[in-house]
């Protein structure tokens, strides 16, 4: 008997393929194709400053184009790949344009808000975006919906949380969820002490204990603000006011998530924690490809257990609480100052309780001022993004220097 092979063919391309996502993205790929699935054609992978890895996808996976973000390794990328046929391109522009070829599904997995307008380049050809940079949404949630939408794509989400919220959750009757139920394993501080947490190094904060991914989704966990950036992100995906929106600390992460019915059932989906899973989900919706993740052993497993989260503790997460409530700017601005404090913080010129700190005192700064309820244009996104940075750095410097 053949192998079963109703998956359609693919066009795909992989923004940030050197990335943990990226990786884990490209090794599902070939595992399906091993297993005798539709072959998927990669169109382009995309790098920031990862030349080794990136030449040696492009030799094994043969895209029709490969760019590299930082320009100075151009030309080194452009020689690697000399007569394989494969074209190259360097520079912010080149990842634009990997984003802009003919691919059906763009995996959008380049970290942070660098990875907004590749992202909204695939969106607005009508190619179906699996959405890993959950940071896009969270600055310009209603931008990049909106373009999906206008084009017809498929927003996929690759966030654990939202792909088992999007694997249970009924579209058609939005008003008959009472809940969605985010869980959160709570990182490596989970049962630290504030005082512990303030000589936390890059090193403690990085170990997470469940999932391995890259550098500033892991200080994201361990600060919760991951969760933070979560909610916010699911305010965009789901039909579902943020006030229903909860957190659940759950550190078997196990339960990838769960939506609660009015009638008072709850579904959740549940898996080892293997992001080629959620993967899988967004290269064959509907139907499914065979991945290479661990199956979970419930006997393993034993006990599930649930706490509320801290926010004493993890100021993260009522920071981001607070941001969609106010709307307008804030979630931007939240988003931008985070990623200023964690590379301050990975660069170790800050104190890790300093990322909160640093973030609240943007915030603050910025709520003061008009700000539109919604931001609908790239123009506001960016204008709002440029000036949380820039508070953030000077903030950061301060803090660094005293
Ligand atoms: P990573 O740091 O491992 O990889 C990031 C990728 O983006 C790399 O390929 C890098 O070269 C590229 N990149 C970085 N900065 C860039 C820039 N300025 N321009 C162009 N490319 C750039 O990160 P990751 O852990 O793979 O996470 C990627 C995204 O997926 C993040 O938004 C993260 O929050 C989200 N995510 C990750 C996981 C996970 O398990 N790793 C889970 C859920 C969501
Ligand atoms: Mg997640």
């Not at 088992?164 to 809940?179: K, L, T």
């Not at 049962?191 to 204990?209: E, N």
């Not at 700190?357 to 919604?374: D, Y």
Request: hydrophobic content about 45%.
């Amino acid at each position: 008997m053949g192998a079963i092979t109703q998956n359609k063919a693919r066009r795909a391309t992989i923004l940030g393929s050197t990335g943990s996502i990226g990786v884990n993205t490209l090794d599902l790929i070939e595992f399906a194709s091993d297993q005798g699935e539709a072959e998927v054609d990669i169109v382009a992978l995309t790098a920031n400053r990862n030349l080794e890895t990136l030449v040696e996808q492009a030799k094994k996976f043969r895209p029709d184009f490969a760019a590299i973000g930082d320009a100075a390794l151009g030309d080194d990328l452009k020689s690697a790949l000399a007569g394989t046929g494969i074209e190259t391109g360097a520079g912010p522009d080149a990842i634009e344009e990997a984003a802009q070829r003919d691919a059906d599904w763009v995996m959008a997995a380049i970290v942070g808000a660098a990875g907004l307008r590749p992202t909204l380049q695939a969106a607005k050809r009508g190619a179906d975006i699996a959405l890993a940079n959950k940071e896009c949404l969270v600055c310009a949630g209603d931008v990049v919906t909106a373009a999906i939408e206008a084009a017809g794509g498929r927003l996929l989400p690759v966030d654990s949380e939202h792909n088992a919220i999007f694997q249970v959750y009924d579209f058609d009757r939005p008003e008959r969820i009472s809940r969605l139920i985010l869980t959160a394993s709570g990182g490596p501080f989970r049962t630290w002490s504030r005082d512990d947490m303030a000589t936390a190094t890059p090193a403690q904060a990085v170990a997470h204990p469940n999932w391995s991914m890259g550098a500033k989704i892991s200080v994201d966990s361990a600060t919760l603000m991951n969760k933070g950036l979560e909610l916010i992100e699911a305010a965009h995906i789901f039909p579902t006011p943020h006030e229903q929106i909860e957190v659940l600390v759950h550190p078997q992460s196990v339960i990838h998530s769960m939506v609660e019915y009015v009638d008072g059932s709850v579904l959740a989906q549940l898996g080892t924690p293997d992001m080629r899973t959620p993967i899988a989900t967004t290269l064959a919706w509907p139907d499914r490809t065979p991945s290479p993740s661990a199956k979970l052993d419930f006997a393993q497993v034993a006990t599930l257990t649930f706490e509320p989260p801290d926010l004493k503790r993890f100021p993260c997460l009522r920071l981001a609480r607070e941001s969609i409530e106010s709307g307008g700017v804030m979630p931007a601005s939240l988003n931008a100052s985070n990623e200023v404090a964690v590379a301050a913080f990975l660069d170790g010129a800050v104190k890790f309780l300093d990322i909160a700190a640093i973030t609240e005192q943007v915030l603050e700064k910025v709520s003061g001022e008009n700000s539109p309820a919604r931001l609908t244009t790239l123009e506001e996104v960016v204008a709002a993004d440029g000036e949380a940075r820039r508070l953030a750095e000077e903030f950061a410097a301060a803090r660094a220097a005293a």
